[in-house]
């Protein structure tokens, strides 16, 4: 079975420019996850789409950050304009299904995307 | 304060040795409770996954164990070898039929020298 897909893997951009990761989940996956993880910290959620519809975005920046996923399928994450603090590997996500519960309710991860501002 | 706790922060042990890393955590209950290993510049991959009724769970040489009472689990790592070097997350979701929020613990960075 194929992995969780994102691209582009690395990204290099000055402070104020714009960015856009994208993100294929594993066919079937009702769940999407965009993680922030900054070096040296554990994953940060920052958005959790349940089909194409949002569940949980309290933590995303919203006055740069934008998430979508119209199709219930892949999910793209954009960054505008970029901050020096941005600077991180943007983590997706997805589960088979409405979250993480029970015995096989398990978070598999893309390779991430890393982002270098500068 | 960050409700999975982990600890050391890194850790240095030559191949061959045992260790464990532990994660303190204040999610009680919970759904399950997973180890994740992340290799440098990989995403996370899970290694073991517990329920809150479940002490023990091994894969390979990697032993995960939990206690309910005082909150505590540990990952203990046999005979270390150098492709154990890497984060090992431990992660926490609480119950809830709907909707959950997965609490991540900050990692722990384990280096295998030979």
């Known amino acids: 079975e194929a992995g969780v897909a994102q691209s582009p893997r690395y990204k290099i951009i000055e402070k104020r420019q714009s960015v856009a990761f994208w993100c294929n989940p594993i066919?079937?996956?009702?769940?999407l996850y965009w993680y922030q993880q900054i070096l040296g910290q554990g994953p940060k959620l920052l958005i959790q789409?349940?089909?194409?519809?949002?569940?949980?975005d309290s933590q995303l920046p919203k006055d740069r950050f934008s998430a979508e996923r119209l199709k219930g399928v892949d999910s793209t994450l954009k960054i505008q304009p970029a901050k020096l603090e941005d600077s991180a590997v943007y983590l997706c996500?997805?589960?088979?299904?409405?979250?993480?519960?029970?015995?096989?309710?398990?978070?598999?991860f893309g390779e991430g995307s890393r982002l270098t501002v500068l | 304060k960050n409700q999975v706790e982990q600890s050391p922060q890194s850790l240095i042990i030559l191949e061959g040795k045992n260790c464990t890393l532990q994660?303190?955590?204040?999610?009680?209950?919970?759904?399950?409770l997973r180890w994740y290993k992340q290799d440098t510049g990989r995403g996370p991959v899970s290694l073991t996954i517990?329920?809150?009724?479940?002490n023990t769970k091994s894969n390979g040489r990697y032993t995960a164990t939990l206690d309910a009472d005082t909150k505590q689990s540990s990952l203990h790592i046999t005979a270390s070898q150098l492709s154990d070097s890497a984060s090992y997350i431990c992660?926490?979701?609480?119950?809830?039929?709907?909707?959950?929020?997965?609490?991540f613990g900050i990692g722990t960075k384990l280096q295998v020298i030979p």
């Open positions: 517990m329920t809150f009724s479940e």
């Open positions: 789409f349940q089909n194409n519809g949002v569940v949980d």
């Open positions: 996500a997805s589960s088979p299904r409405g979250g993480t519960s029970g015995l096989t309710g398990e978070l598999f």
């Open positions: 066919s079937g996956h009702a769940t």
């Open positions: 994660c303190n955590y204040t999610v009680s209950p919970f759904s399950n």
């Open positions: 992660v926490v979701t609480p119950p809830s039929r709907g909707y959950q929020k997965v609490t």
